[in-house]
């Protein structure tokens, strides 16, 4: 799996009507299925007087992803397998997406339901902010004082982050280092005879 990936920056939201029923998209940023769950009752809150809040959401955990969804009362597949389609399509994650509908009366049919929750879900997502994240490696690094300038010039954010610094009678750098690059960051340590620990 890659070290690299986005996710939104911000909660996003799209409305419209399709057959006089009202479509309310809302896509958030979330790092956890308890973080969601608690968006999610608050939306229902807010929104107590719809007819149904479908959801779909896709997180990343280490090396895997774990993706939900719920049709929420609307016909099974209609609903929350459409929504995770466009989180899917749109290529993010640690994101959750809602869709409130309230039901204006004209029965839309399977495939129009699918097709206004798909649309609606793609709708929110393309108008949200992206953000890029990375899957680091946390390397904790004693620095003798001369070697200082070296370890300064190994920082290359992105892929190295140069963290913390704690100076005393041991200097500890901490450094966040993306997956891809570890191997190769260690390597440049272990040249310079630099005692590390992989965290």
Not at 102 to 112: E, H, V
Request: hydrophobic fraction near 40%.
């Amino acid at each position: 799996m890659s070290d690299h990936y986005q996710t939104l920056a911000a909660r996003t939201e799209f409305r419209h009507k399709i057959e006089r029923s009202e479509f309310l998209g809302i896509a958030i940023p979330v790092a956890s299925e308890e973080e969601f769950f608690d968006e999610l009752h608050r939306i229902e809150k807010q929104h107590f007087d719809a007819t149904h809040h479908c959801w779909a959401f896709r997180l990343r955990a280490g090396e895997d992803v774990r993706a939900r969804s719920s049709d929420a009362g609307e016909p099974s597949g209609t609903a929350g397998k459409p929504i995770l389609v466009a989180i899917e399509a749109a290529g993010v994650s640690d994101v959750a997406v809602v869709v409130v509908r309230w039901f204006g009366g004209i029965k839309l049919g399977t495939g129009g339901l699918s097709r206004a929750y798909r649309e609606t879900a793609a709708e929110t997502l393309r108008l949200a902010q992206r953000l890029d994240r990375y899957v680091y490696t946390r390397f904790r690094v004693v620095v003798p004082f001369d070697a200082f300038g070296i370890v300064y010039r190994l920082a290359s954010p992105p892929d190295v982050v140069l963290q913390k610094e704690t100076f005393g009678e041991r200097n500890d750098f901490e450094f966040l280092v993306r997956t891809s690059a570890s191997e190769r960051f260690a390597a440049a340590l272990t040249e310079r005879r630099l005692e590390f620990v992989i965290e």
